[in-house]
């Protein structure tokens, strides 16, 4: 590996979450926070609970940014490109279309993205904190890791709440607590962001809908030819198919089941 790779932008900012993580929960730890007191009267059972859960968040976040999001394959079989080929000349309900930057076809649903230079299957976004886009496979991986890192951010808010004491001496306590406090802004800050993004991915999850299709609906040719969403299957399968799998099908049969049902719709 080259030296220079160990700065590319996926290192630095993981390894600043990292850091950040481990440092935030080294100060809740040495100041006079309930942690604290639990450590020295013995009572390890939450402590552990805590740390545990800190840990669990970052491996969940390593997961979410260094694994594939569903990138399309570049390089195909010549059997499988044939067939590709074939598919796309054959009418469909709608038509695929070719990438511009890297030349394959896109499945319904797919976008390229810039940062990581690929085409990702039903694309979300690409989130600069992992350095990673948000795709069909790490997706449910990444809500998981919103729920639990909010959690982890509100119980370390009242964590260092507990070690906040206002009777001393201001020039005392800004020395005493001054990092306890900025921690404390700070886990504030994190809290209502992962809040914020938690209840937005699940709201759009229950609806079957992706950030960039929500954002940008009046730019997609396959949103645009239908008044309503196309793959919204109710909240119970949406919800089934997005953390479970089921019902499988590809988003093409669903695309085209709907426009068959408005077409029918239509004739009565």
């Known amino acids: 590996m080259a030296p220079w790779a160990l700065l590319s932008p996926g290192v630095l900012v993981r390894t600043g979450h990292t850091v950040l993580t481990w440092g935030i929960t080294l100060v809740l730890f040495l100041h006079d926070t309930e942690l604290r007191q639990w450590e020295e009267q013995g009572e390890l059972l939450l402590p552990?609970?805590?740390?545990?859960?800190?840990?669990?968040?970052?491996?969940?976040?390593?997961?979410?940014?260094?694994?594939d999001p569903g990138y399309v394959n570049i390089q195909l079989p010549p059997e499988e490109e044939?067939?590709?080929?074939?598919?796309a000349m054959v009418p469909q309900a709608i038509a695929l279309r070719r990438c511009r930057y890297c030349l394959v076809l896109q499945p319904l649903r797919a976008r390229h993205?810039?940062?990581?230079?690929?085409?990702?299957r039903r694309y979300d976004h690409h989130c600069p904190w992992m350095e990673n886009c948000v795709?069909?496979?790490?997706?449910?991986l990444f809500v998981a890791y919103l729920a639990l890192q909010l959690a982890v951010l509100l119980w370390g808010l009242h964590l260092a709440w507990s070690g906040l004491h206002f009777f001393q001496p201001w020039g005392l306590w800004l020395r005493s607590s001054g990092l306890l406090f900025a921690t404390f802004l700070l886990l504030s800050l994190f809290s209502l962001v992962a809040g914020l993004l938690l209840a937005?991915?699940?709201?759009?999850?229950?609806?079957?809908?992706?950030?960039?299709e929500f954002i940008s609906s009046h730019r997609i040719a396959y949103l645009r030819q239908r008044?309503?969403?196309p793959f919204d299957r109710g909240l119970t399968r949406n919800l089934a198919h997005f953390f479970?799998?089921?019902?499988?099908?590809?988003?093409d049969t669903l695309w085209a089941e709907e426009e068959e049902e408005g077409g029918s719709s239509q004739d009565v």
Do not use: I
């Open 135 to 140: 795709g069909e496979r790490n997706h449910p």
């Open 82 to 87: 044939s067939k590709e080929e074939q598919t």
């Open 227 to 229: 008044p309503g969403n």
């Open 48 to 67: 552990l609970t805590f740390l545990f859960l800190v840990l669990g968040s970052l491996l969940l976040y390593l997961a979410v940014s260094l694994m």
């Open 200 to 212: 937005s991915h699940l709201y759009l999850v229950a609806s079957n809908t992706t950030t960039w």
């Open 244 to 251: 479970c799998g089921w019902p499988s099908g590809s988003w």
């Open 113 to 120: 993205c810039r940062d990581c230079r690929r085409c990702v």
